[in-house]
């Protein structure tokens, strides 16, 4: 009986879930592929602040794929006044170069700057896309604490 009640909610949660059209791939959301890119952020911050730069190499090359499917899965979004498709390569592609220039030197200060300056276009985006109640910071702590960020020796 107690599988029962479980396994019929779960079917019923499941159902409810945007399904594809038969023949069209699925396409994660806009707020899905965004929590992907704020996992990438924390991610690339840990790396760099270990000083592992390969790691942080790596969640920069995901954080520029992931803005490029958004931008070419959801080129707009309802309510916006800012097209993704325009806000994020105005926005984000100088932050990202000069993060790639500091991860390619291995200069922890300047990665620091611009791991700012990336989080400042973040929250900038945010605002200009009427998401400003979405605001994004530094983190404080590690929230992957199965992962080592520190470079291996």
């Given at each position: 009986?107690v599988?029962?009640?479980?396994?019929?909610?779960c079917s019923?949660a499941?159902s409810?879930?945007?399904q594809?059209?038969?023949?069209?791939?699925?396409?994660?959301?806009?707020?899905?592929?965004?929590t992907?890119?704020q996992?990438?952020h924390?991610k690339?911050?840990?790396?760099?602040?270990a000083?592992?730069?390969?790691?942080?190499?790596?969640?920069?090359?995901?954080?520029?794929?992931g803005?490029?499917?958004?931008?070419?899965?959801?080129?707009?979004?309802k309510?916006s006044?800012?097209?993704?498709?325009?806000?994020?390569?105005?926005?984000?592609t100088?932050?990202v170069k000069?993060?790639?220039?500091?991860?390619?030197?291995?200069?922890?200060?300047?990665?620091?700057?611009?791991?700012?300056?990336?989080?400042?276009?973040c929250?900038?985006?945010?605002?200009?896309?009427?998401f400003?109640?979405?605001?994004v910071?530094?983190?404080?702590?590690?929230p992957?604490?199965?992962?080592?960020?520190?470079?291996a020796?």
């Amino acid at each position: 009986m107690v599988a029962v009640a479980l396994i019929v909610p779960c079917s019923l949660a499941a159902s409810c879930g945007r399904q594809p059209a038969a023949g069209e791939a699925y396409v994660p959301g806009l707020g899905e592929m965004m929590t992907l890119q704020q996992m990438r952020h924390v991610k690339l911050w840990l790396a760099g602040e270990a000083g592992n730069w390969e790691l942080a190499g790596y969640e920069l090359d995901e954080i520029g794929e992931g803005f490029d499917d958004i931008v070419k899965f959801h080129p707009t979004h309802k309510d916006s006044p800012v097209a993704p498709k325009d806000a994020i390569p105005r926005m984000v592609t100088e932050p990202v170069k000069e993060l790639r220039a500091a991860v390619d030197k291995k200069d922890a200060r300047a990665f620091a700057a611009a791991y700012d300056a990336l989080t400042a276009a973040c929250n900038n985006c945010h605002q200009a896309t009427n998401f400003g109640f979405n605001k994004v910071q530094k983190p404080s702590n590690n929230p992957y604490p199965n992962q080592l960020f520190a470079p291996a020796r």
